[in-house]
């Protein structure tokens, strides 16, 4: 497995998830082969992080990516596939990096 990159030069990320989603597993360990870590936000253990969700998107379906913009704006990425294509695309090069 490659070496922990936190994400502290980069645009800040959020993970809306849920326990019992096989669906964020499948994002978890995306973000496992690629050595990043960022903030996993559980929409079951925590009401705050479920009306954030629901606010931006209208839904409650997880997994869903935050990606704050250089702007200052939000970006929600919903669909596990799509999430792990756009966290491949970004950090693929960082896999295994100090």
Not at 4 to 10: F, G, R, S
Not at 27 to 47: F, K, M, N, Y
Not at 48 to 68: C, D, F, Q, W
Request: charged share 30%.
């Amino acid at each position: 497995m490659a070496k922990d990159v936190i994400l502290t030069d980069v645009d800040d990320f959020w993970l809306y998830t849920s326990g019992y989603c096989p669906y964020c597993w499948l994002v978890r360990r995306a973000l496992s082969e690629l050595g990043v870590r960022i903030e996993e936000r559980d929409i079951g253990a925590d009401s705050s992080h479920r009306n954030e969700l629901l606010s931006a998107t209208g839904r409650m379906t997880v997994p869903v990516l935050r990606i704050k913009q250089p702007n200052g704006a939000d970006r929600w990425l919903p669909e596990s596939r799509d999430i792990v294509r756009y966290l491949e695309a970004r950090f693929g090069d960082r896999a295994g990096a100090t």
